[in-house]
């Protein structure tokens, strides 16, 4: 019996080793498949310095209904990150523009807030964790809650943000909602939103039904 728990041990914990580990490093190969164990590794005699380095981590601004200037550097366009479980996001907010309630799933968010004022909060089934935040302050939301971040101050805002996931995935609440096929009244009457912005949700996201 304890050889048997041994074993079961040891398979528990290789399932949990990622490439990183069982390597030094394993910069991804964007041009394979990705698969639940991350993207397969380049053959060393293709890496070069360059795959470490990630130019241009300035935010840049999006025509979208979020009006957020997003730069991500996830294992999709860093491929180095592959494995090692953490990525990052530049994000500009103008005044009085903010970040959609979202969650990430898959990875716990740490922020830093680099200029001006950013209001940030989550939320659980009974508690708001909100505060405002000045240049300098680090923010933590744990993994999957459901949170926020507004410009709160006057003029321009930016924050740093990084992830224990090297290509967090991101559900965000409204699409969620209003981006599918469900019948708008049946979105109406599960949410208790008006029926008819339900439907002018549903035309902003791209919804139908």
Known sequence: MKIIYIIFLFTVFSFTISHASVNDFCVAD?????????Y??????NITSNDFIFHGFVAR???NYIKLGITPATVTNFPALNGLGISAMAIDFDEGISSPMHTHPD???LGLVVHGEITAGFLTPTSVY??????GDLFVIPKGMLHFATNSGKGKAKTYVFYSSENPRTHILDRLLFSNSLPSNLV???????LDQVKKLKSVFGGSG
């Open 188 to 194: 109406a009457q599960t949410t208790f939103i008006d």
């Open 107 to 109: 990875a716990t968010q």
């Open 130 to 135: 909100s505060k405002v935040l000045k240049s």
């Open 61 to 63: 601004k999006f025509t």
């Open 40 to 45: 397969p590794c380049k053959p060393d005699a």
């Open 30 to 38: 964007l041009k394979a498949p990705n698969t639940n164990s991350g």
